[in-house]
């Protein structure tokens, strides 16, 4: 929107999660021209059904993301439940098992920092409702590398703590409604 | 900013470089998102204004390595972690092993030695541990001490025994350990046919022909070049129709030995050499 072309969408959500995200994903159409990158905290000993979930519901192709998954465009990534999903590079995802952040694995914080290297100002990214800090600290580092940070308005989000600690760490993030974020993301064309 | 990051990766390059030059410790191929996380934090937390300052300490002393290695290997793991996977050896690959009159079993990367011990236990209740010879190899001294000595956190066994009973374990966990202060120590029997060594995925080689091969999030720190040496390492290290167990969420589909192996359980990542 500003002249800079965009490389990559990264969502983080906790508590609420499963809501927000059904007003943001299935929307986007088929020609979406990013990945997607999403980081919920779920329970670190069952599977996963978030990929499950979406897939269907979206026109984009939702999987869980693999250790090397190669990143392609149009593709939504859930992080896998008790893994830190990392950025390599422009084409890999990065898996890790290394301890939890703020008690969290995945860790929202850390997909958002290595994406941050990763992508700098060509990245876009999204914390929406939860109920701790997480994201926080990922989203100042989005913004310190020049990318651009959104945050789900506090007011209207299912728990307010972790969009308010994320505008708390990073104030020059755009605060918008689920639906002006949902609309800003149909906005975006390759 | 950009000049910034390019400088720290550069930083980083020259300390993995300074690393295995001085002490042929290798991590020059592995993941760069990993590793720079993992540098960062050993930066701040042992209080380097840069990575090159680490850098210029570690050259010079050689005290400082084991520090190194404790950011740069990931020791993070449970006794029978992902219960369903040793639930899928017992089920589906023991019934293979159990036709071979001796066994070979190499736990790569057994860091503090959590999945070693899961699996001797394993292998004592289907009645495989006598004939079996088991090799745990990891880079890290520490790790390696650790795994040797047998002793855990007491805290960590209420989890260790969760996950053992649902891996469907035959007794109670409590038979394998005794408790001491806040330690469990786990009886020393259990490293009778147990080999320690030190063992590099990176640059050493070949060293037995084994059965079953079980390498979980231990490759997630390789880039990809390295994985393919690796599981290069593991096909040639393997029988005919050896066992290889991956963590949970790693996949030989990105391989270029992708051919050399086939899905035994698919859902729990193991996989068995193709020898038709």
């Known amino acids: ?41 779920v329970p670190s000993d ?17 999987i869980e993301a693999e250790d090397k998954e190669p990143i392609v465009p149009g593709v939504i990534y859930f992080a896998p439940p008790d893994y830190h999903m990392l950025l390599e590079d422009k084409q890999t995802i990065a898996l890790s098992n290394e301890e939890a952040v703020l008690f969290s694995r995945p860790s929202i914080d850390v997909t958002l920092e290595s994406a941050a290297d990763v992508w700098g100002e060509q990245l876009i990214g999204i914390i929406l409702t939860g109920a701790n800090q997480d994201g926080a600290r990922g989203l100042q580092a989005i913004s310190a590398a020049g990318g651009m940070a959104i ?10 703590a972790m969009p308010e600690a994320a505008i708390a760490a990073c104030p020059q993030a755009q605060v918008m409604s689920l639906n002006d974020i949902s609309t800003y993301l149909s906005s975006i064309s390759g | 900013m950009e000049t910034f990051e390019k400088i720290e990766d550069i930083e980083i390059r020259l300390l993995l470089e300074a690393l295995y030059h001085r002490y042929h410790y290798d991590f020059r191929h592995y993941a760069m998102a990993s590793i720079r996380r993992r540098l960062r934090q050993a930066k701040d937390n042992l209080g380097f204004a840069t990575i090159s300052a680490m850098q210029e300490r570690v ?28 639930q899928a050896i017992r089920q589906a690959v023991i019934p293979h092993l159990r036709t071979y009159p001796s066994l070979k079993v190499w736990v790569a990367g057994c860091s503090t030695g959590e999945e070693l011990y899961s699996l001797v236990i394993l292998f004592r209740e289907e009645g495989l541990e006598e004939r079996t010879l088991f090799y745990a190899t990891d880079i890290n001294p520490e790790a390696l001490h650790q795994a040797e000595t047998g002793i855990y956190d007491a ?14 374990g035959k007794t109670s966990l409590s038979d394998y350990y005794h408790s001491q202060y806040n330690r469990c120590i786990l009886d020393k029997s259990l490293r009778r046919n147990v080999v320690f060594s030190d063992h590099s995925l990176v640059t050493d080689q070949v060293f037995g022909e084994m059965h079953l091969i079980s390498c979980r999030n231990v490759m997630i720190y390789f880039d990809r070049n390295l994985q393919d040496r690796a599981v290069g390492l593991f096909k040639e290290s393997l029988s005919r129709q ?18 050399a192996f086939r899905d035994f359980v698919r859902t729990e990542k193991i996989y068995q050499r193709n020898d038709s």
């Not at chain 1, 499963?18 to 979406?32: C, D, G, I, K």
């Not at chain 1, 945050?151 to 307010?160: E, F």
């Not at chain 2, 050689?62 to 992902?82: A, H, I, K, N």
């Not at chain 2, 050896?242 to 051919?259: D, I, P």
Request: proline share 9%; charged share 15%; with cysteine.
């Open chain 1, 1 to 41: 929107m500003t002249g800079v072309s965009r490389g990559a969408v990264i969502i983080g959500a906790s508590a609420g999660a499963l809501e927000a995200l059904s007003v943001l994903l299935p929307p986007l159409p088929a020609t979406f021209p990013l990945p997607i990158f999403v980081v919920v905290h």
């Open chain 1, 46 to 62: 069952q599977p996963s059904v978030l990929a499950d979930i979406f897939d269907p519901k979206c026109k984009l192709h939702a």
């Open chain 2, 59 to 86: 050259l010079h002393d050689p005290d400082m390595l084991p520090q190194m290695l404790r950011y740069l290997t990931v020791q993070v793991s449970e006794m029978f972690r992902d219960p369903s996977y040793f």
């Open chain 2, 242 to 259: 050896g066992f290889l167990g991956l963590g949970s969420k790693e996949n030989l589909r990105f391989s270029t030995h992708a051919h």
């Open chain 1, 151 to 160: 945050v789900q308005s506090p007011v209207g989000a299912y728990a307010s």
């Open chain 2, 155 to 168: 805290e960590r066994v209420r989890q260790f025994s969760e996950n053992y009973r649902q891996a469907g």
